[in-house]
């Protein structure tokens, strides 16, 4: 009868079941952002832009100048450098100013925040400072050239000049 007792004891204990579900996450989609720099709507990759930023028969006093749009057309922000070069003999006459903001006034630039006022060498940092621009964001700067009322030398030379803007990711060094 001792046998019957654990028998019927064991059968007591009965069955443990739990319930179980489960549940899958999908449609985590990742995609890198871009920049995308451009110069009064144009991209430089791989066409150049140009501006009717050319004077000819330049006698001292003459300035000519022009207005730019740098364009964030990417999807990240971005900040942005530029440098200008302007190989030639008339470069050590010439006088250029890089004005984020200005606009084009006459021969000159008016407004804005001057960046740069000098001569141009190969490759001279003319906006020095990291320009913070936003996505979809555009600023507009005035470039100008002019030969001083006091200059003695250049007759007969000339010089092209040339500006490079590097955008970067904000915050990269």
């Known amino acids: 009868m001792l046998s019957l007792g654990v028998v019927f004891g064991l059968g007591a204990v009965g069955t443990l079941a739990y319930w179980e579900d489960a549940a899958t996450l999908t449609g985590g989609n990742f995609k890198a952002g871009n920049l995308d720099i451009k110069l009064s709507g144009e991209d430089n990759n791989p066409a150049t832009f140009t501006t009717d930023f050319t004077m000819l028969n330049m006698q001292p006093g003459d300035s000519k100048?022009?207005?730019i749009?740098?364009?964030n057309a990417g999807s990240l922000a971005f900040t942005y450098t530029a440098t200008g070069t302007a190989p030639g003999t008339l470069n050590?006459?010439?006088v250029f100013r890089v004005v984020p903001g200005g606009t084009v006034s006459g021969g000159t630039c008016?407004?804005?925040t001057?960046?740069?006022n000098n001569k141009l060498g190969t490759g001279t940092p003319v906006i020095t400072?990291?320009?913070p621009l936003a996505a979809g964001a555009n600023e507009s700067f005035?470039?100008?050239a002019s030969i001083p009322t006091s200059a003695?030398?250049?007759?007969g030379l000339s010089t092209t000049a040339s500006f490079a803007f590097t955008a970067k990711q904000v915050g990269a060094p």
């Open 65 to 67: 100048a022009a207005s």
């Open 152 to 155: 003695t030398t250049g007759q």
């Open 69 to 71: 749009s740098v364009q």
């Open 110 to 112: 008016t407004g804005g």
């Open 129 to 131: 400072a990291n320009r």
């Open 142 to 144: 005035c470039v100008s």
């Open 114 to 116: 001057e960046t740069f």
């Open 92 to 94: 050590a006459t010439l």
